[in-house]
């Protein structure tokens, strides 16, 4: 159990291959995907671009419990991927000359940020994660209802920063880096009081409905609408792959995200291709970025977004919450991308799972370029 609450703790933040993937097992790329499977992850959806083709390939089950199999069209639990969605909508209000990258926090949210707290903290710095604030996740009572099982325990956005304000900030901002889902919610609380609406509108009229991603939402309850992956984490000893499918989504701003494999494909290319923000502010987003030791790849961190060396550069982001993993990559001229979701949390699959979960990535991503 110990284990357990420091796995969730860092992340919160089976052997049956699709009709899909049987279709065609001759094929690399599938036999990778059936390969992620046998390795232990439940189920697996992939969706990998290549200039004008784009492959769509399943393996595995939806739901232990039925042995449906996974879909393509299924959603998921996308977690921090919903950091990159927060900060483009930031990132508009700053094109829209509504707001300033390097404007004080405490000055934009005054009564919400403690008189004093986090000084020098700009906007920058939050979609950055190097404004030093605690993270209210390592908290040990945040996750202390979920431990208990009380999986529907609602935290309220403000609750859960109040108790990152009692903790001291780590570092002067800019001079270091923590993934802090503090952060987010106040980019969030920043959008609602810049524009006078909720963030949840926001996103909804910036980002979802023009790029009509009719599979993405952002729930304000423990459930996911529509056909879904079921997320399991090993629980018990031995351990057992539980499901934590209806774990309340309390990371809203920084991880409540949930979507599928073509939504998420659809958004960073939209992003990385100029439809959601202007050349200046996406030289902002994806300049001096700060290496990012919280990701199992290695990485660095720009504004809402993550930069990856696999062959060449990949940008994107990744997002792991209990009981599921993602990955999304796109290369900078957008015309190779890559999604991999499955419904295990990396834990379920140990080292040596996790070890072909990234090599069915990189191999999807690089083709004949992987190392």
Same mark, same amino acid.
């Given at each position: 159990m110990a284990a357990f609450t420091v796995r969730l $703790?860092? &992340? /919160?933040? $089976? /052997?049956?291959?699709? %009709? =899909?993937?049987? &279709? #065609? +097992?001759t094929d690399p790329l599938r036999r990778a995907l059936d390969g992620l499977v046998a =390795?232990? =992850?439940? +189920? #697996? $959806?992939? $969706?990998?671009r290549d200039g004008r083709h784009t492959a769509r390939l399943t393996s595995g089950v939806a739901d232990l419990a039925t042995g449906r199999p996974a879909r393509i069209t299924d959603r998921f639990r996308a977690a921090s991927l919903m950091k990159s969605y927060t900060a483009v909508v930031v990132l508009q209000l700053v094109q829209e000359r509504r707001l300033g990258l390097d404007d004080a926090v405490d000055r934009l949210l005054p009564g919400v940020i403690p008189h004093g707290y986090g000084r020098g903290v700009t906007v920058r710095h /939050?979609?950055?994660?190097? %404004? +030093? /604030?605690?993270?209210?996740?390592?908290?040990?009572?945040?996750? #202390?209802?979920?431990? =208990?099982?009380?999986? +529907?325990?609602?935290?309220?956005p403000q609750q859960l920063l109040d108790i990152a304000f009692e903790h001291p900030p780590l570092y002067r901002p800019g001079t270091g880096f923590n993934y802090s889902d503090t952060n987010f919610f106040l980019a969030a609380y920043i959008v609602e009081a810049v524009t006078g609406r909720s963030f949840d509108h926001e996103l909804r009229a910036r980002i979802l409905r023009p790029l009509r991603l009719t599979g993405t939402d952002l729930p304000r309850t423990a459930d996911i609408w529509g056909p879904h992956l079921h997320g399991y984490f090993p629980l018990g000893d031995p351990p057992v792959a539980t499901d934590l499918t209806y774990l309340y989504p309390w990371a809203w701003a920084a991880g409540g995200l949930t979507s599928t494999v073509t939504d998420t494909a659809r958004f960073y290319r939209a992003l990385f291709g100029g439809e959601l923000l202007g050349p200046r502010l996406m030289r902002e987003m994806m300049t001096n970025t700060v290496p990012d030791p919280d990701t199992d790849l290695p990485s660095s961190s720009g504004l809402g977004v993550q930069r990856w060396t696999p062959c060449g550069v990949a940008w994107g982001h990744s997002g792991n919450v209990a009981g599921y993993l993602v990955y999304a990559w796109i290369s900078p001229d957008t015309r190779r991308q890559t999604v991999l979701a499955i419904n295990g949390d990396p834990q379920l699959l140990g080292a040596a799972g996790m070890a072909v979960y990234n090599d069915v990535l990189i191999r999807a991503f690089c083709g004949r370029r992987s190392p």
């Open positions: $703790l860092t &992340a /919160l933040v $089976l /052997l049956l291959p699709g %009709s =899909a993937a049987a &279709a #065609a +097992g =390795a232990g =992850a439940p +189920g #697996a $959806l992939l $969706l990998d /939050l979609l950055q994660n190097t %404004s +030093g /604030l605690f993270n209210f996740n390592d908290d040990p009572r945040v996750l #202390a209802p979920y431990l =208990a099982g009380d999986l +529907g325990h609602v935290w309220t």
